[in-house]
């Protein structure tokens, strides 16, 4: 057998062997997807009686109708364990083989513990770790890469990643250009290394923070910068502030840049995608990033209507809205993207496995 050295100068050897199993690599493939969203329903004619709007104004500026709301007492974890165990149901996964768990949220149930560490608790899954990632509605996309080099790495085999927010927790319900766009829920995905020669899973990403826009969306209140106290409560320090032109315009702008940045890594373009599921902020954002693309309607994604804005949970909703109407299939090129507060960005192409 040969060793080979690590570097030049250094004394410790590995046997080439070695070197070409941790040269060979390994791709995470997506192998069971489940949804969790709660059965309240807040219609745009219900939000005719709390704030000077209509039906047709929101369908018109947002293309929603309708969205989820969770009852009093129902936390982001609440969500994540129910999108994990329709996970469990759906594809006959014993959740007690997950290694890790990575958590997409910017509405955790608490500061701390890590909402992770209590959807481990609840799904009572032992010997595994994990964290949550804030990234804004990038949650579910940063989380899914993140969990994806845990699997190529290998350092684990299952990975479960879950998208879960309560945004009705942090909206004033008195302002309209909060409320009309935002419900709750959560997806959940399992990531599993694909087997050699199967041509499945993460392929390549693209992200990106830029920090500037923390000016244009954010929740002031209840961190280390504005504790909370009374003076925040009655100033409505923790409910979402935003800046609807900015952020459409950042968004419409990003959200084309990020796909054709990934796109173009891989020497693709729009023709060579079959499924284009984007973030599921606003329907004029999707379609004018599928019109750049030069995508036709069929195989974009698009459920803002039934759910509003999930943050990090409409990506995996809209996963499974593209498999029930069986336009996602076994070896589809799948691709994602999301602009979220931060600003956060990304996009990731997929070789869809089931």
């Not at 709660?38 to 939000?47: A, E, G, I, Y």
Request: contains cysteine.
């Amino acid at each position: 057998m040969v060793y080979i050295p690590l570097a030049v100068g250094d004394n410790c050897l590995i046997p080439n062997t070695e070197i070409q199993e941790l040269n060979t690599h390994i791709r995470a493939k997506i192998t069971a997807l489940g949804t969790y969203v709660p059965p309240r329903v807040l219609s745009n004619k219900d939000l005719e009686t709390l704030v000077s709007t209509t039906n047709e104004w929101i369908l018109e500026r947002t293309g929603i109708r309708e969205r989820h709301i969770v009852d009093p007492g129902t936390a982001a974890s609440d969500l994540a364990v129910g999108a994990a165990r329709d996970l469990a149901e759906r594809h006959n996964i014993d959740l007690n083989t997950v290694e890790a768990i990575i958590v997409g949220t910017v509405t955790p149930d608490m500061m701390y513990p890590s909402t992770a560490c209590l959807v481990q608790k609840k799904l009572a899954i032992p010997q595994a770790w994990g964290f949550d990632i804030s990234a804004g509605c990038s949650g579910f996309v940063f989380s899914l890469t993140t969990g994806a080099k845990l699997i190529e790495s290998g350092a684990h085999k299952r990975v479960l990643v879950i998208g879960a927010d309560v945004n009705s927790s942090m909206i004033d319900y008195t302002d309209r250009a909060t409320c009309i766009l935002f419900g709750d829920g959560a997806g959940a995905v399992l990531l599993e290394p694909a087997e050699e020669g199967e041509d499945v899973g993460l392929i390549d990403f693209a992200h990106q923070i830029e920090g500037f826009g923390g000016d244009y969306l954010y929740m002031p209140g209840g961190g280390s910068l504005h504790p909370s106290s009374h003076q925040t409560v009655d100033e409505k320090m923790h409910y979402v502030h935003q800046d609807g032109q900015q952020v459409f315009k950042y968004a419409v702008k990003k959200m084309a840049e990020m796909t054709e940045r990934v796109l173009a890594k891989n020497g693709l373009t729009g023709a060579d995608v079959d499924c284009f599921i984007s973030h599921q902020a606003n329907k004029r954002i999707i379609t004018a990033t599928a019109d750049r693309l030069k995508m036709p309607r069929e195989k974009v994604i698009i459920n803002i209507e039934d759910f509003g804005n999930t943050t990090a949970g409409t990506i995996p909703l809209a996963m499974k809205t593209a498999v029930e109407t069986g336009r996602l299939n076994k070896g589809n090129t799948l691709l994602i993207a999301s602009v979220g507060a931060g600003f956060t960005s990304g996009a990731s192409l997929i070789k869809w496995a089931f």
